[in-house]
């Protein structure tokens, strides 16, 4: 079968918003499991794995209101910047994508927001998509304009790295051209994690003890993880930054165990396996396998027996668990095993599994060796890692991943121009922030440009030309202190290098600028660009609406007969319930902006129109709206129905 390439990633882990981030934790050996923060799981104490920021979004970005962000689950939410970076990780830009044969693949179980929201009996508009689980996939495939699969898994615990396979098997199939693939998991509600404990896997430490003696439960842990996946050839003809390849994938049920939520080690053995079949690899090819692992009594020596049957009768293979630094992200436990293995093989790295000091497993006669000390991971040719995630019902997924081929690229000497772009001057600023504080590692600032370039464009541009690091920073801190065009100090002028920057400032065409640059190679991990974060509740407390007594006549009918500008007061009042719908102030300059260039849908503009109804005791039509398409159009239009209602 088509091996799959891994072309960008993205994540929010505990102690991580990146996977650079993550990286650096999994090679220092941190553990992120904490207490349960301020505010989180209703004043409930116990341990777990925590994200920040779920309280923050950048609505605008995505083309929502306020109000309908209130209204959105915040694993909708995370997904939508997770997707936006996985995409500009992988150096694609959203004009290149719209309408096109990608697909989308998510992985959850959780629905933490949904069930408070029900339960409050307040309920929206904007609640039921916002709600939603399907919406999970959809949502992003809405937002970007794809036309491939949209699809939302659960199969429990091993969601995302089914959904990963999904995804995998939707390419070869040629269901879709590429995809966005892994998992959300969201730990809300503080009566989840009760009904958890009572079922039993839960640890009383709050810690994974993976494979060791001291195995007692697993620590719940949430985040989410996407991948972009795209055929290998496509990807090296197109330039592309391959972080990892897929050789193959499996999924499989545990088969009628004894007790369901039961694991089965024949079971585990045959998807391993079947797994290794579709890769095209032996056991003795694997090297390292990251473990389902959860530290449980009941599910660590069935994954021990399995392995050690379909992998340790051929050789001796390390294994680990993240679980044991970010606790168990259930529904997206799998695509986080993912990432930490591909930047395993991204990064030569094997970053030491936690928790473990001795083990009552055989696993010397199992052949497995638990990585507790980091080490190199030096693969051979065609050494493979295999991903590990186990569903509680029975639903299993097995990975297999191994390094990019490389790939020979000349050496770059010269001028560049590095094209930033960002939709405000604030986010240009932070944008040049990040790139100045980022390791270039082995790239060269020709790289840089090239990934730079095919990213989305936005209209704040600013350039920067150099031919070193150092002259290139130099410009990056010019643009923070507010230059569009950095070039060094006693730099030799260059007329093509100048045109073709400044072309590029003045109309965002890249051209000229990827004609100076001839052959490159994009570069994985850039920094993304900035979101402009406002807060919003995370289970915001909702109160149940009443509805009032309608008044005999509104009193907007005597207002506005008393006012000495009637039409300026019938503009406040579209203004005001307008910004009431939208749930945020209107911004100025918006009175000749058409309805639905402010985020305004068709459902929300004949909610708009309910609302003047009931305020002025007029009978608007629904389809009024649409032959007044702005504030201007429609409070003409209610005007002049005022005047003849009065007349």
Request: proline fraction near 6%.
């Amino acid at each position: 079968m088509s091996a799959i390439a891994v072309i960008g990633m993205s994540c929010r882990v505990p102690g991580a918003a990146d996977p650079a981030e993550f990286l650096r934790n999994l090679v220092a050996g941190r553990s992120s499991v904490t207490e349960v923060p301020e505010g989180r799981w209703q004043g409930r104490r116990g341990f777990g794995g925590f994200v920040d920021g779920l309280d923050a979004f950048d609505s605008g970005f995505f083309g929502m209101s306020r109000r309908e962000a209130t209204w959105t689950d915040p694993q909708q939410r995370l997904l939508l910047e997770l997707a936006w970076e996985c995409v500009e990780d992988a150096a694609v830009s959203t004009a290149d994508v719209k309408a096109s044969r990608w697909g989308v693949f998510v992985g959850a179980c959780a629905d933490d927001f949904r069930q408070r929201y029900l339960a409050s009996g307040a309920l929206d508009r904007h609640g039921h998509m916002g709600t939603s689980r399907s919406m999970l996939a959809n949502r992003v495939s809405y937002f970007f304009g794809l036309r491939g699969p949209s699809e939302v898994v659960d199969t429990g615990q091993s969601s995302s790295l089914v959904a990963v396979h999904r995804a995998v098997s939707a390419i070869r199939t040629g269901e879709c051209d590429a995809a966005i693939a892994g998992g959300v998991n969201l730990n809300l509600l503080g009566e989840v994690t009760e009904q958890i404990a009572l079922w039993g896997g839960l640890s009383p430490d709050g810690r994974c003890h993976t494979f060791d003696e001291r195995a007692n439960g697993y620590v719940r842990g949430e985040g989410g993880g996407l991948v972009v996946l795209k055929p290998l050839e496509a990807a090296l003809r197109d330039g592309d930054a391959v972080h990892a390849v897929i050789r193959g994938s499996a999924t499989a049920h545990d088969g009628g165990p004894e007790l369901l939520g039961t694991p089965s080690a024949d079971a585990q053995q045959d998807l391993v396996e079947a797994a290794h079949k579709a890769a095209g690899v032996s056991p003795e090819d694997v090297a390292y396998v990251e473990l389902h692992g959860t530290g449980t009594p009941a599910g660590d020596p069935v994954e021990a027996q399995a392995l050690g049957a379909a992998i340790g009768r051929a050789r001796r293979v390390k294994v680990g668990s993240v679980k044991t630094n970010v606790g168990h992200l259930e529904s997206a436990a799998g695509v986080t095993g993912l990432l930490k293995a591909c930047l395993m093989i991204r990064h030569a790295v094997l970053p030491p599994s936690l928790n473990f000091t001795r083990s009552s497993l055989p696993l010397d006669e199992l052949n497995l060796e638990v990585v507790a000390q980091q080490e190199d991971l030096v693969l051979r040719p065609h050494e493979v890692i295999g991903v590990s995630s186990f569903g509680m019902g029975g639903t299993n997924a097995h990975v297999v991943v191994g390094p990019p081929p490389v790939v020979d690229q000349d050496a770059w000497s010269g001028n560049v121009v590095w094209c930033l772009s960002a939709r405000s001057p604030h986010a240009l600023g932070e944008l040049a922030r990040r790139l100045n504080d980022h390791d270039p590692g082995d790239h060269t600032p020709a790289d840089v440009a090239w990934t730079l370039l095919h990213r989305t464009r936005w209209e704040h541009r600013a350039v920067v030309v150099g031919s070193t690091w150092d002259e290139l920073r130099q410009g990056l801190a010019s643009v923070l202190a507010g230059n569009s065009f950095a070039v060094p100090l006693g730099w030799e002028a260059d007329a093509g290098v100048l045109r073709a920057a400044g072309e590029h400032l003045a109309t965002g065409d890249p051209a000229a600028v990827l004609a100076l640059l001839g052959a490159a190679r994009k570069v994985p991990s850039l920094p993304t660009h900035p979101f402009d974060r406002t807060e919003f509740p995370v289970l915001p407390d909702l109160p149940v609406a009443s509805t009032p007594e309608p008044d005999a006549e509104p009193a907007f009918a005597d207002e506005w007969r008393n006012a000495p500008d009637r039409s300026w007061r019938v503009r406040s009042l579209v203004e005001r319930e307008l910004g009431d719908l939208l749930g945020e102030p209107l911004p100025r300059g918006t009175s000749g902006v058409a309805f639905r260039d402010l985020g305004v849908d068709s459902q929300a503009q004949m909610e708009l129109v309910d609302r003047i109804n009931t305020s002025t005791g007029l009978a608007l039509a629904d389809t009024d709206i649409f032959d007044c398409p702005t504030i201007d159009d429609l409070t003409t239009h209610v005007n002049t129905m005022m005047e003849a209602s009065c007349a």
